[in-house]
């Protein structure tokens, strides 16, 4: 393998406006170094028109991209390079399998110019990697959607590409086949090292492959990083409830604690008082609260001897069965939602009406602007 | 040469000309984003409103001694175009262009634009992606373009009586032969005639109808799977 003293890191500065649509202009600049990077954000924040920019599908209005030393784009030089020519893979939302070939010869269409022999243990190969050699014979509408998944992303790697983009390429599959898929695609990514940019606005698929995220809104870069820093200390509303904040509650600060790092808020119109992390507010300032439906504790008696701050008394509302999980709604003044187990709602004999206790962690509560 | 035999002979020559020559002006008309394409549009969709007879007269006289295309034809093969077969094929041709380009179009159309996308990330250029993607894809609509234009050639009248006369085994083509045997009133050989053709056009239709509601599709994947 050769290497470049300097890794191909994709760079991308562009300002791209939607035609005849004023209001949404996407303007970023990014680096993508080598592994996946997650991009994140809200639907409509812009991500596949990056994405598409990159690819060179969509011309952006301004801007240079270039990978490594390699300038694909430039506005200023009237450079375009056709995407046909831009040796980035690409793999969509929609998968884009054509219906009409055998998936070995969907995996195939990408290599042309190599001889039929190499060809065939490239095509091989790959079937392999990504376990779909028994399916090398049927048709995409013949196949489910996991393998129809690893079919478009074998496609897309066995090209040797310089960049890898993925549009959300496992949206609707269950978390058991999202993993496994997974696995292969970090497999794949320790042995080739490219950089790979990862569409999503899955809080699991973030925290399973992401190693940096760039979070988008609107538009605009709103934050990078790790994914820790980037995502659980959201500022921005839209960006809570894409990354699966299910509770977004009006709040008023009532004061401040600064020797312990905490204030003291009240929910929306009610007597709940909770406490949060200390943030640049004063007394009377309002803001919104962002808890996960997953970090909030359920008990069936008062709860006593923890040391989590914050222990609500209410009443379940509604109790919905939802995949391998159950979405409660406990009423205490305001609405909370929280995430229980089967398991746990048989042995604390959760029912509509029953009295529970709500308990939250404060640094699982976020004040968002 | 019996007219029905001579119709056939127009038919499939127009048909295939105009797969041809229909196969580029869909494929334009489909992907372009000139904003001037709605002028292309309405010239191609011309020969759906206009009587056979004014474009016939129009073909007669662009196809006449003094005519352009009369007077480019005698230059290169010395003898004129009207009443002739040569002269009858290229009426022809525009008289159909729209039962040839319009399916070609709207299939071209129900592409997924992904598809496309797809084919260009992965390296294929726009010919590779037509002959890859788009024509396999199309290939209801490219049946429903031959036969339509077969079938629309095969029926026609005012155009041929226009621009090539009634020349036994030349131009009188079996639409014109019927129209003889009535004035004639030879109604015993008209009736097997329009019958023949009546039960023609129908087959034809019912073979674009078939295509069309994917009648083929399971037998066709069955032939391309190996």
Known sequence: MDREVNPPVLAVDIRKQHRGQTSFVLDVSLEVSLGITILFGPSGAGKSTLLDCIAGLVRPDAGKIS????????STMHFDVPPQKRRIAYVFQSLALFPHLTVEKNIEYG??????????????EILGDFRIEKLKNQKPAQISGGERQRAALAR???????????????TGLDAELKAAIVEDLRAWNAAKRIPILYVTHSRDEVDALGERVIAVDNGRIVGHGAPMDVLDAPRRKRLAQAAGFENLLSAVVLGLREADGVMRVRLGDSRCEIEVPLAHASPGDRGQIAIRAGDILLASERPRGLSARNILEGRIASLEQRGGMCVARVDCGVTFVAHVTPGAVRELELAPEKQVWLVLKTHSCHLVD | MSSLALSFELAGCVAAILLAIGTP???WLAYSNWRGKFLLESIVALPLVLPPTVLGFYALLAMGPRGPLGRLWMALFGHGLAFTFSGLVIASVV??????????????????????????VLGAGKWRTFRRIILPLSLPGVVTALVLSFAHTLG?????LMVGGNLAGVTRTVSIDIYDRVQS????????????????SFAVLC???AVNRCVWAPAWARWTVK
């Open chain 2, 95 to 120: 008289y159909s262009f729209p039962f040839a380009v319009q399916p070609l179009i709207a299939s071209f159309e129900a592409v997924d634009r992904k598809l496309l996308d797809a084919s260009a």
């Open chain 1, 156 to 170: 897309s790697l066995v090209t040797a590409p310089r960049v890898l983009l993925l549009d959300e390429p496992l």
């Open chain 2, 207 to 209: 073979l674009v109808y």
């Open chain 1, 111 to 124: 290599l042309r110019d190599i001889p039929e022999e190499d060809r065939r243990a490239c095509v091989s």
């Open chain 2, 25 to 27: 002006v869909a494929y």
């Open chain 2, 185 to 200: 009133i030879e109604y015993r050989a008209a009736n097997h005639l329009a019958l023949l053709l009546l039960g023609i």
């Open chain 1, 67 to 74: 990978i490594g030393k390699s300038v694909l784009f430039d």
């Open chain 2, 156 to 160: 026609e009248f005012g155009v041929v």
